[in-house]
């Protein structure tokens, strides 16, 4: 089945400097990248996503860029602010089955 | 507003216990997952259903199973809870074709 590898699993960066957090997917088949954000107490939700055919998607200041040949995709947040510190979670899901698998996570931490 | 609901945000259970964990959501999504949470892991999937009374195993399904008799309502059962069960579960829900995943606050279960 699907495997997501996601580094680095601690992240702490000076508020208005960027961060990235990368993963990779093991399923060559698996078409659909999207990224979630959980804040303390609360579900994941989405933030942003990208699919197979596409190398780069941008929203504001965040950013996710997709290398299929290599099988990793990256989140970019760029100007971070305090209100980015949180876990961010990368997933893969393929059309086949729907099924979302999750990286481990990556605690971001924004340094005033 | 979209919404999933899980049924209790904190439950503490004892050992060999049948434990049941309800989800529900308001948005007519086809599919409906099961994950857990802990540190370090990330999100697992358990178990999922892409349609009434369909389910499919995930990643650690042992030790669990589930139900969905009403689309809207996705139960998770630990028909003897363990102590290695404690943790933190999440439940979300799709449209089919690879959209977004909208996740419960979750429910934090201790088994003593």
């Known amino acids: 089945g699907e495997n997501v590898e996601q580094h680095p699993s601690t992240l702490s960066v000076q508020e208005g400097d960027s961060a990235v957090i990368k993963c990779t997917y093991s399923?060559?088949?698996?078409?659909?990248f999207p990224w979630y954000k959980q804040e303390l107490g609360k579900g994941p939700q989405l933030i942003i996503d990208?699919?197979?055919?596409?190398g780069e998607k941008k929203d504001q200041r965040i950013a996710v860029t997709l290398n299929k040949t290599a099988k990793h995709f990256s989140l970019h947040i760029t100007e971070t602010q305090p209100e980015d510190s949180a876990v961010y979670f990368c997933?893969?899901?393929?059309?086949?089955?729907?099924?979302?698998?999750f990286g481990k996570g990556t605690r971001l931490h924004i340094l005033p | 507003d979209v919404k999933v609901t899980q049924s209790s945000r904190y439950l503490v259970k004892r050992t060999g216990e049948k434990v049941f964990l309800e989800c529900v959501q308001d948005?007519?999504?086809?599919?409906m997952f099961w994950y857990r949470q802990d540190p370090g892991l990330g999100l697992r999937l358990i178990y999922f259903?892409?349609?009434?009374?369909?389910?499919e195993k995930g990643d650690i399904p042992e030790g669990y199973s589930v139900s969905r008799e009403k689309k809207e309502r996705f139960s998770l059962i630990l028909e003897s809870a363990s102590t290695n069960q404690t943790s933190m579960y999440l439940c979300?829900?799709?449209?089919?074709?690879?959209?977004?995943?909208?996740f419960g606050q979750g429910t934090r279960l201790t088994v003593v």
């Open positions: 979300a829900s799709t449209y089919p074709g690879n959209t977004e995943a909208f």
């Open positions: 399923d060559s088949a698996s078409n659909y």
């Open positions: 990208i699919r197979s055919n596409v």
């Open positions: 997933a893969a899901s393929m059309n086949r089955d729907d099924k979302i698998i």
């Open positions: 948005m007519d999504h086809e599919n």
């Open positions: 259903s892409y349609d009434v009374k369909m389910k």
